[in-house]
Every structure is written in C-alpha cells, then in structure tokens.
C-alpha cells in the first residue's frame, strides 16, 4: 500500500482498532518454528504499511475511493453546495 494513502486513512480515522485487515505478519510453528504468512487480523498502529494488503476485504484503493481518497492519497476538495450566507457588516 502507498505510505500516503495509509498515512491519510490512519489520519481520517477509517483505519483504526476496530478495522479487520489481510497483512503480512511474522508467525510461529510447530517446534519454534518462525515463518512469514498473510493472514486476516485487527489493525494495529504500529503495522507499517506494506504489509497491509487489503482492508475488509477490499484493496486499499478501493476502499479509500469508496470515502473519495484517491490512490495516492490526496483528497478533492468540493465546492459547498446551495446558497452563500448573506454578509452583515
């Protein structure tokens, strides 16, 4: 995953504690044997975005378009809608 869409995500709260995410962790076997697998688990601030490959369920840029980040992590900017406030002087 991009470092910026990650930091972007971690920043807007739609990455947090409660977050189910595919990452690649180190894990332990049989006879203290340590390997590296991919595996689905709660998010954890301290996982460094490469390992993250997907967020329930979804690729992180889908997931980040889904709320209108784009891939790289900026966001656009809209216009407000409707009428503009009257100014009092």
């Known amino acids: 995953m991009n470092s910026n ?3 972007t ?3 807007r709260k739609l990455i947090n504690e409660d977050i ?4 690649t962790v180190n ?3 049989f006879h203290n044997g340590n390997f590296v697998t991919t ?3 709660m998010w954890d601030p301290s996982m460094p975005a490469d390992h993250v490959h997907a ?5 992180p840029e889908r997931f980040a378009k889904s709320y209108n980040i784009k891939a790289d992590g900026s966001v656009r900017e809209y216009k407000k809608r409707g009428r503009k406030p009257k100014q009092i002087a």
Request: glycine residues 10%.
């Open 20 to 23: 189910v995410v595919t990452a």
């Open 9 to 11: 995500l971690v920043d």
């Open 55 to 59: 967020i329930e369920g979804m690729d």
């Open 5 to 7: 869409l990650y930091k």
């Open 39 to 41: 595996k689905e688990m």
């Open 27 to 29: 894990a332990y076997g």
